[in-house]
Each structure stands twice: as structure tokens, then as C-alpha cells.
């Protein structure tokens, strides 16, 4: 992953909280405890297709409102594909890399604000 990777959007993402801090913070800690991805990751196992692209639609939701924006791009990037009938193993291993430098975003950003 690239230095300029912007995993995690503080100032975009208190933004859409209306500058509440301490909400966006929470809202974070609630996307770490429940990523959804296990759910992507199953359907995936499953070669589920409808699962799947519910799984990344509903998790692309979320990281676009918290402001996440490479793991946003990867699960659009994931949603396009499936809609073209695929399922690469390669992008969900791709989400599941940025998910976890995200991941050491919002604890960065817990232990800063939390």
C-alpha cells in the first residue's frame, strides 16, 4: 500500500457528524467491532454472487458515511465486478488488506479522540 493511501478522512468524516468528534469516533468504534466482512467473505466461499454483492453494497455504504475512502474505492471496485459477473478472490484479498490498515486507522484515531 502506497504512502498516500488515505485510509481514514478525520476532518471529512466529523463533517458529516456535523463536527461532533466525539460521535464520529463512536461510529468508528462501531464499524471496528462489525465490519460486515465476514459476511462478504462467506459469500464469497459460497460463490454466493447475490450475497456478495449485498455484502460489499451494505459495507460500501458504511465506509463511504465514515468517511474511509480506499476502503470505499475497493468495495466499489468489488460491487462493479460482480456486477459484471465475476468474483475475483484477488479484490476481496485486496478489501481485506486496506480493511486492516483502516483498521490500524481508527485505532489511531480511538486512541487520539476516544
Known amino acids: 500500500m502506497a504512502d498516500d493511501v488515505v485510509y481514514l478522512d478525520f476532518t471529512e468524516g466529523t463533517k458529516r ?7 464520529y469516533v463512536k461510529l468508528l468504534a462501531k464499524f471496528k467491532s ?3 466482512i465476514g459476511d462478504l467473505e462467506m459469500a464469497f466461499t ?6 456478495a454483492q449485498a455484502a460489499v453494497h451494505t459495507i460500501k455504504g ?3 458515511n ?7 474505492k475497493q468495495c466499489i471496485e468489488m460491487e462493479t465486478q460482480i456486477k459484471a459477473g465475476t468474483m475475483n478472490p484477488k479484490q476481496l484479498e485486496t478489501i481485506q488488506t486496506v480493511l486492516a490498515a483502516t ?8 486512541a487520539e479522540n476516544g
Open 34 to 36: 462489525d465490519t460486515k
Open 103 to 110: 483498521l490500524l486507522e481508527i485505532d489511531k484515531v480511538i
Open 66 to 72: 465514515l468517511s474511509l475512502p480506499e476502503l470505499n
Open 62 to 64: 458504511v465506509v463511504s
Open 46 to 51: 459460497e460463490g454466493d454472487k447475490e450475497k
Open 17 to 23: 457528524v456535523m463536527n461532533n468528534a466525539k460521535l
